[in-house]
């Protein structure tokens, strides 16, 4: 029986609802194949904050680097909100993701068929959607230096700075391209090659890297086409590979495609541990909020952190048999009619979270 452990960062808002249905999944999992994840409850964000007076306590940060993989659940809420604070919880996650080298935020977006009438967009549009946004995260104008703010004579001012590396680039390119050859061989390369020279860089790269990728089809895409494609002709993308900011605006765009921002997971992934094959320390978390409207209401849909925890299985366990037993049941679950209220239209039919990660943990355990 294989011993895993799993660090947890349950966070604020609705992150400690979705986390324990996660949990409810994975001790399905355990049951079913054999395994125990034994987890290690940390504390982000606003709640380390509340606690600790600190967003990330280093300690944490290396006892989770320390796990064989991380869970996170949201942070951020109104009660830490003000832009005259000087300590945030969201800077608690961005230390995490920077400490632990985690480059790579992959987002993949797929229809569940039956959800196609929980999306806005046309169901001839969305249909057969399969997309994997692959978000470069540790750089660019997230962590450039300066970021300040000052006053002058006329007024205040701030400036944040954007640079990227060559380095940052191939590495998460390079990333990309290797996933473009386990999917349909597509890869579309987003800038803004028009007006920013990091820009340029990167596309240059990207170039030079492609040389060594003939059997992918590779494009560029300037980010404000690239806004438009999404909601116009979603269909036509297979991997799509952008810069840090570039990439947390398209991914909320393309979670509509998907019907709910609640379905979808993420993986944050680093460099690959030498020797074992292929795993990879990693962070898992919902690319959805706290949504702290709805907090504490057991209304929230478990499936992006559920799925998320499902990532965390293959990415860095390397149990791709229970990673796809934890993705049929939620396909089954949902094809069931199990449905959260943020995919229902009238809210009576809504499952609560519980019930809809009992739907998913009871399949699991089916299977
Ligand atoms: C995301 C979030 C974060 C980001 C915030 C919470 C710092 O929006 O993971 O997409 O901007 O990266
Ligand atoms: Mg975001």
């Given at each position: 029986m294989a011993e895993f452990t799993v660090a947890r960062f349950a966070g604020d808002g609705v992150g400690p609802e979705v986390m324990a249905e996660a949990d409810k999944v994975l001790s399905a999992v355990g049951g079913a194949f054999g395994h125990r994840f034994r987890a290690i409850d940390l504390l982000l964000g606003g709640a380390a904050i509340d606690r600790?007076?600190?967003?990330?306590?280093g300690e944490d940060a290396a006892a989770a680097a320390a796990a064989d993989a991380i869970l996170l659940g949201a942070v951020g809420g109104p009660a830490w909100d003000s832009p005259t604070r000087a300590v945030r919880p969201e800077q608690g996650l961005l230390a995490l993701r920077k400490r632990l080298g985690l480059y790579a935020n992959l987002r993949p977006v797929a229809l569940l068929s039956p959800l196609v009438d929980a999306s806005p967009l046309k169901g001839a549009l969305v249909e057969g959607v399969d997309l994997l946004v692959v978000r470069e995260l540790t750089g660019g104008i997230y962590f450039g230096r300066p970021s300040r703010r000052w006053r002058e004579r006329r007024g205040r001012a701030a400036v944040d700075t954007l640079v990227y590396r060559e380095h940052e680039i191939v590495r998460v390119v390079r990333l990309a391209f290797d996933l473009a050859r386990t999917r349909r061989r597509r890869l579309a390369s987003i800038d803004k090659a028009n007006v920013l020279e990091s820009s340029r860089l990167w596309r240059t790269v990207v170039s030079e890297i492609a040389a060594d990728y003939p059997d992918v089809d590779l494009e560029h895409v300037l980010v404000d086409a690239m806004a438009m494609h999404l909601v116009r002709n979603p269909a036509r993308f297979d991997v799509v590979v952008t810069e840090n900011m570039f990439g947390d605006i398209l991914t909320d765009e393309a979670s509509v495609i998907a019907g709910s921002i609640g379905l979808l997971p993420s993986a944050s992934l680093g460099a690959a541990h030498a020797g074992a094959n292929g795993r990879r320390l990693g962070l898992y978390e919902p690319?959805?909020?706290?949504?702290?409207?709805?907090?504490?209401?057991?209304?929230?849909?478990?499936i992006g952190m559920i799925l998320s925890a499902a990532l965390l299985l293959r990415w860095?366990?390397?149990l791709e048999r229970e990673a796809v037993a934890v993705e049929t049941a939620v396909a089954d679950a949902v094809a069931a009619g199990a449905l959260t209220a943020d995919l229902v239209?009238?809210?009576?039919h809504a499952l609560s979270t519980s019930a809809m990660g009992d739907a998913v943990a009871g399949r699991v355990q089916a299977a």
């Open positions: 600790y007076g600190v967003p990330l306590r690319i959805h909020g706290s949504a702290p409207d709805i907090a504490g209401q057991n209304r929230a849909n478990p860095s366990l390397g239209t009238v809210d009576h």
